[in-house]
């Protein structure tokens, strides 16, 4: 028991360590990722775009806590799409790590894998694991694609970490995507509040916006049913 008590701790320090001493450069590759977004934007619907740029921005203004970043070929490998590591491209926790191919991809099935050559920018998840960094939150996943002249996805590069408290405590009306997301949802007519001052106290009261994000308009839909109840019961 004591000899894996010992091993928990290496990996936390280890893992502390990475993460402390990329954090500069993970900071750097995002405003070199932004960096060549303006200046050579791939061939996508510009409000997209914008949204997308946006959100990144608002990440890097205090909003993630970067605990690792990699990037990505997106290949066919026996007749399958894989994520293939580009060598040295690691930094912070993903630094030492050896694998060819994303585990986590591999993983899902050949129908979300699909998914990968969607022409969408970023794609934006919650790992499946735990955070060794910063406090045991589930892992935010947030994966920036890269494109070809023609408009085919390629790879991707995928940030590893978790929202700060800052962004769990911004109103979500003023975070990139989410804001979209509200008012696309609010505008078809998904969310059954009749009270309006209601309905606006309530969206402005996500106890977990950031969240919200990765969930299509039904999922954000149920959501917010939820927390309407919440506060109308409080």
């Known amino acids: 028991i004591l000899e894996g008590i010992v091993s928990d701790i290496e990996v936390v320090l280890h893992d502390v360590a990475a993460a402390v001493g990329d954090w500069r450069a993970m900071k750097t590759k995002l405003e070199e990722i932004l960096a060549e977004l303006r200046s050579s934007p791939p061939p996508l619907d510009r409000e997209e775009l914008d949204n997308g740029l946006a959100f990144l921005e ?127 949802t609010s505008s078809a007519r998904m969310v059954v509040i009749t009270d309006r001052s209601k309905q ?7 106890p977990l916006p950031v969240e919200v994000i990765p969930f299509g308009l039904e999922a954000t839909r149920r959501k917010i049913a939820r927390r309407s109840e919440e506060h109308t019961s409080e």
Request: net charge positive.
């Open 200 to 206: 606006n106290t309530m969206l402005g009261r996500f």
């Open 58 to 184: 608002w990440m890097g203004d205090n909003h993630f806590t970067f605990l690792g970043y990699r990037e990505y070929e997106l290949v066919e490998n026996y007749g399958e799409d894989q994520l293939r590591a580009v060598a040295q491209s690691g930094l912070g926790v993903q630094r030492e790590q050896s694998n060819a191919f994303s585990k986590t991809f591999a993983s899902l099935p050949a129908d979300v894998r699909r998914m990968a050559h969607d022409r969408h920018l970023l794609v934006i998840t919650k790992a499946n694991m735990r955070a060794t960094v910063h406090r045991p939150g589930y892992l935010d996943h947030i994966g920036i694609k890269r494109f070809d002249a023609t408009g085919k996805v390629v790879g991707v590069r995928r940030f590893r970490g978790l929202y700060t408290s800052a962004a769990y405590n911004r109103s979500p009306r003023s975070i990139p995507l989410l804001r979209e997301k509200i008012v696309a």
